[in-house]
């Protein structure tokens, strides 16, 4: 080999290492850790997400078995007056949700709470406790021939954490894609004057007004003990994915959730393509046995997930826009070529449309539900190994905005469609799911598209991505300029910046947080700055802008010794950005 074609060679050895690790799969897997490790039993804590991003302490942890043991659990801390959060089997949030703040708070986990309590077959009502996972939610469900209608598309959320952030699928029909709209009871305790034993149990029905703030909650309330959920009777669906052209997504955006009741959309901008996902309910007499296996939620052997975090690592560091558009394309594509994970049969996929029953079709999660294997295999996060570390921006804009926020963006992209191959994590592209107006006081006051941004974050903090400006420049006029709303469970310090101001029910749901914990012992640093209460999430230092922690006004807050200063956007000229002196 010349030397020409050696080096050549090397370059693109990242580029088949990203293509390689989407493609060797295995059965076996490592299930993600508790995200509650002690020192000593169950004092002396730590609790983290799923990602390892956050790190908190906690002075001891309990793991109720039954709603007693869960009044109890309360009762205990706030005889004290004790700071507590709840945590969940796998804790995926990426914001420090589950931290209860100081040395001295308490963990009150639901790894134990989750069984089916009862099964109302006739009335399509289910009742399930509130760490049950959603794979066992959807499965418990289908075998009492019933569908949840809609939910994330991952599996491994509990229904308690998934409430708890406005977790959601797609859809504009009925009422909407987020699993809070189909809650019509739950329980949850509460702190209670020592007059009633420190801790109460509060019932409310579908009508009981303070649903609308425990549907949607970010765990400030109470702890939810159970939560009863209107289902369906089990129905199938048929999907097809069709790529076409972007120059109409701007004018397609609203149309298509009316067209399709789990419609959704993938842009890939540096492609100039979106991948429509065409998914209707189709009558159960249709043939077909279709199976969603996500491959990004599938058990990755740590070896390649290692090699392709190493790979993406050069490809960030030490690359060419053509070696990471090479990248973005191989990835793409073979995600494309095998169908995103779906197979016809639950074995090989045969082509389109992939027809199946609701509980195989609206969420995956395989990687979270195999037997230990000794980390030979895990999720392709998993904080254990050197796996893959990304962000993830998620935000939802008014369906009425949404075509000129596209349009916006569309501009960006054709200044270089380059810088997007970095820019944004190709696999997963710029996703949009479609989110119904909620009477949910932290819910969406209208209906709205949801976006995700998945992208690369070093492990070393402060370090630049490369073409980071352009998401950061998209999240900016996404929140300033079209009054995006941020996902709870997402985003980075920046997206919560006044958020709470823009929910036309703040004041409601802060009044209902009163009475049910008036010394706010479910409330922590964090969520009193989230919710305007105390302070702003925001967090000024040198490199803050780099990390998410501020929008940068100065130079020192990107990396400026890295060549990185803060610079206009580029379409939306208020938002500020860090950007590669040379680039800019
Ligand atoms: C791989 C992956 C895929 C995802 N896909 C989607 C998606 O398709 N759609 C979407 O909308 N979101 C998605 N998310 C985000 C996810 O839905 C939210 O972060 C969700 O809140 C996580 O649920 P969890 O069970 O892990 O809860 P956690 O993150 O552990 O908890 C979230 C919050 O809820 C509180 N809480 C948990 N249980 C209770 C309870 N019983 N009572 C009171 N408070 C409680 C916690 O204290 C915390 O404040 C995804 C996240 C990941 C990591």
Redesign the pocket.
């Known amino acids: 080999m010349s030397q020409g074609q050696e080096r050549r060679s090397e370059k693109l050895l990242p580029v088949a290492l990203l293509g390689l690790g989407i493609l060797l799969q295995l059965a076996g897997c490592s299930p993600p850790p508790d ?1 509650v490790v002690c020192t000593h039993g169950t004092s002396n804590c730590t609790v983290t ?3 390892g991003f956050f790190l908190c302490p906690a002075a001891n942890v309990t793991y109720p078995r039954t709603e007693k043991e869960l009044v109890a659990a309360v009762a205990a801390v706030a005889a004290v007056k004790r700071k507590v ?10 914001p420090k ?2 931290c209860p703040g100081g040395h001295d708070g308490t963990i009150i986990s ?1 790894a134990r ?1 989750n069984r089916t309590v009862r099964v109302d077959a006739e009335k399509r009502l289910m009742t399930v406790e ?2 049950m996972l959603l794979r066992d939610l959807i499965e418990a469900a289908a075998a009492e021939g019933l569908s949840l209608p809609h ?4 599996s ?14 797609s859809s504009l029909w009925g009422k909407g894609g ?1 699993v809070h709209e189909y809650v019509v009871g739950l329980r ?1 305790v509460t702190p209670a004057p020592a007059s009633q034993g420190f801790a109460v149990v509060r019932e409310l029905g579908a009508h009981h007004p303070d649903l609308d703030a425990a549907k949607v ?9 159970q939560v009863t959920l209107a289902l369906q009777s089990l129905f199938k669906r048929s999907v097809t994915f069709v790529k076409r052209d972007d120059s109409d997504f701007a004018d397609r955006v609203a149309m298509w959730g009316r067209l399709h009741e789990f419609g959704d959309m993938i842009w890939l901008p540096q492609q100039g393509k979106v991948v429509y996902r065409q998914d209707d309910r189709v009558d159960v007499s249709t043939p077909g046995d279709g199976l969603n296996d996500m491959f990004l ?1 599938r058990a990755n052997p740590t070896r390649a997930t290692i090699a392709a975090r190493a790979a993406e690592e050069l490809l960030q560091e030490n690359s060419t826009d053509t070696a990471r558009c090479a990248a973005a394309q191989l990835q793409a594509d073979t995600l494309e070529r095998l169908a995103y994970g779906f197979t016809n049969d639950g074995a090989s996929f045969t082509g389109y449309p992939v027809v199946g029953y609701q509980h195989r079709i609206q ?1 995956s ?1 395989t990687c979270v539900d195999s037997p230990e294997d000794g980390l030979r295999s895990a999720c392709g ?1 998993d904080p254990w190994i050197p796996s893959s570390f990304n962000d ?1 921006s ?1 935000f939802s804009v008014a369906l009425s905005k949404a075509p000129a926020f596209i349009a916006d963006m569309q501009r960006l992209r054709d200044l270089n469609p380059a810088v997007f191959c970095a820019g944004v994590d190709p696999r997963i592209g710029v996703a949009f ?1 479609y989110i119904k107006a909620s009477s949910a006081y932290l819910g969406k006051a209208e209906d709205s598209i ?1 976006i995700d941004i998945v992208y690369y974050r070093s492990h070393t903090a402060g370090m630049p991505r490369v073409h980071a400006d352009v998401v950061d420049e998209i999240e900016q006029m996404a929140l300033r300029k079209y009054d995006a709303l941020p ?4 985003n980075r310090n920046i997206a919560f910046n006044g958020a709470i101001s823009k929910y036309p029910k703040a004041n409601e749901f802060l009044m209902v947080k009163d009475r049910y914990d008036p010394d706010g012992l ?1 409330s922590s640093e964090w ?1 009193d700055q989230v919710l305007g209460i105390n302070g702003s999430p925001n967090i000024t230092k040198e490199h803050c802008a780099i990390e998410g922690l501020c929008v940068c006004s100065k130079d020192s807050h990107c990396a400026p010794e890295q060549g990185y200063f803060c610079r206009p956007g580029k379409v939306y000229a208020k938002a500020r950005v860090c950007s590669f002196g040379k680039d800019y």
């Not at 996902?487 to 997402?490: A, E, I, V």
Request: proline content about 3%; overall charge positive.
């Open positions: 995200p997400n799923t990602y959060k709840v945590a969940t089997k796998h804790s995926h949030s990426i949700l589950a639901t709470l509130s760490g939910s994330p598309y991952w491994g959320l509990t229904i308690g954490g998934l409430l708890a952030t406005g977790a959601h699928g987020a949850i909650s970010i765990g400030v309330l109470g702890v939810i003990s939620f969420a999660g996060w993830n998620g799911r949801a996902h709870w469970g997402k479910f969520s």
